[in-house]
């Protein structure tokens, strides 16, 4: 598409990662309260994410075919009426404070978020040219994550405003604080109808790829690249989730305060993670290389984690002169984890997709699939955590999801058939 006419895909599609945003990373927030709210440990309460992200396995593939049948327009209108009931759930979630009734809401959030990602993921890849797709994908980013930053604090300031501490509630105040849910799910699904006529009555064109036979005969699993691509994204969603979702339940463990809050610092440093991407993506650094610093990053902030103290240090030099609140320093290096993770997802999209045509919906679909490492792998850090009762530590485990990363970066996106592995 020309410049002018990929404007009106990108604003509409803005708003759609807005909502991506917004969505996924309330669930930072949403932890460390229904672990209160429902009377959770630490393992029970990662199933918040486990259910959020397991949908994207379950649905991706069928809501590829749907893409096809349907076309992208019509399927994120879909996506956005699954959201919306899914909004609606929360309703007697909260009246019931019913723990089964949370996951079965979040589980049908995660189902329409499904159909948004597999149809607007490849769309911000085809607008324009591939060099350039992980740069384009990098404002979404920068839009996604900015509502990333927004969600914890709003939910912080709307549901917490009056508490002063989530530790030692009595049952009433419990049931009290479930209701506070109501209003802003019903909001949110008042502005998920609204974006359904904006998306429905917008003049989005639709994407067309060339045919090629040859492709269509093949399965999408004979394309090493999209395959491998799928692995790291896994271990990439996995990680990131593990960074974003888990750090509030770190700060309870440390004993610090307000740690609903504690998301907005991973998504923070992702912001500005994506604004690097935005500012030298391809002009001064290409997606591979991009990518490569990301993995070797997360290694680095990693081994911070672990091995730094409880003091502030590292939050007295970044954050000191703003004046905002310091975390202790292995805290920190979990919220730089977010700057780590920002390239990841903008740089494996267009390499994996790159020359698909026809295939790029099912395509799409196996990378999405892969945010099932977002369901996997936290709950397993919140077993390992529970079981040994040191948490600091089993963030070691990220390193895994880097190492994967690292490989994909420096040689896997290059494979064009499995003999070549």
């Given at each position: 598409m020309s410049s002018k006419t990929s404007l009106l895909p990108m604003v509409i599609i803005a708003i759609l990662f807005f909502i991506f945003g917004f969505v996924t990373w309330l669930n930072g927030s949403l932890i460390p309260f229904l672990k209160v709210i429902c009377d959770l440990n630490e393992f029970e309460a990662l199933f918040v994410t486990f259910v959020f992200y397991i949908a994207y396995t379950f649905m991706a593939l069928p809501m590829s075919y749907v893409i096809e049948k349907t076309g992208y327009k019509n399927s994120m209108a879909l996506g956005l009426a699954i959201m919306a009931v899914g909004s609606l759930l929360f309703i007697p979630a909260a009246q019931s404070a019913s723990f089964l009734l949370f996951l079965l809401a979040l589980f049908t959030l995660g189902s329409g978020l499904t159909i948004l990602q597999t149809a607007s993921n490849p769309y911000i890849v085809c607008i324009g040219p591939?060099?350039?797709?992980?740069?384009?994908?990098?404002?979404?980013?920068?839009i996604n994550k900015g509502a990333g930053v927004i969600a914890p604090l709003l939910f912080t300031a709307f549901i917490l405003s009056d508490i002063g501490s989530l530790e030692n509630l009595s049952v009433e105040s419990k049931e009290e604080l479930a209701s506070k849910l109501i209003v802003p799910y019903i909001v949110m699904a008042a502005l998920l109808c609204a974006l359904i006529a904006l998306v429905k009555f917008s003049k989005l064109p639709e994407l067309e790829?060339?045919?090629?036979?040859?492709?269509?005969?093949?399965?999408?699993?004979?394309?090493?690249?999209?395959?491998?691509?799928?692995?790291?994204?896994?271990?990439?969603?996995?990680?990131?989730?593990?960074?974003?979702?888990?750090?509030?339940?770190?700060g309870q463990h440390l004993g610090l305060t307000n740690v609903t809050a504690l998301t907005s610092y991973v998504m923070f440093f992702m912001v500005l993670g994506y604004a690097v991407g935005v500012a030298f993506i391809p002009k001064y650094l290409s997606q591979k290389e991009a990518l490569t610093g990301s993995a070797l990053l997360g290694i680095l902030f990693l081994t911070g984690v672990v091995v730094s103290s409880q003091s502030h240090d590292i939050s007295e030099v970044l954050w000191g002169w703003s004046g905002i609140r310091t975390l202790p320093n292995t805290v920190m290096f979990v919220a730089l984890l977010g700057f780590a993770n920002a390239l990841v997802w903008p740089s494996i999209w267009p390499l994996a997709l790159e020359g698909l045509g026809e295939r790029t919906a099912q395509g799409s679909a196996l990378l999405i699939m892969a945010i099932a490492g977002g369901a996997i792998l936290p709950l397993i850090f919140g077993k390992i955590s529970h079981v040994s009762g040191d948490m600091q530590s089993t963030y070691l485990i990220g390193i895994i999801c880097y190492i994967f990363i690292l490989l994909y970066a420096l040689k896997w996106y290059k494979i064009k058939s499995w003999d070549e592995l």
């Open positions: 591939i060099e350039s797709a992980a740069m384009r994908i990098s404002i979404m980013g920068l790829f060339e045919r090629d036979e040859m492709q269509e005969q093949k399965s999408i699993f004979a394309f090493p690249r999209v395959v491998l691509g799928a692995a790291a994204l896994f271990f990439y969603v996995g990680i990131e989730v593990i960074a974003g979702d888990t750090i509030g339940l770190y």
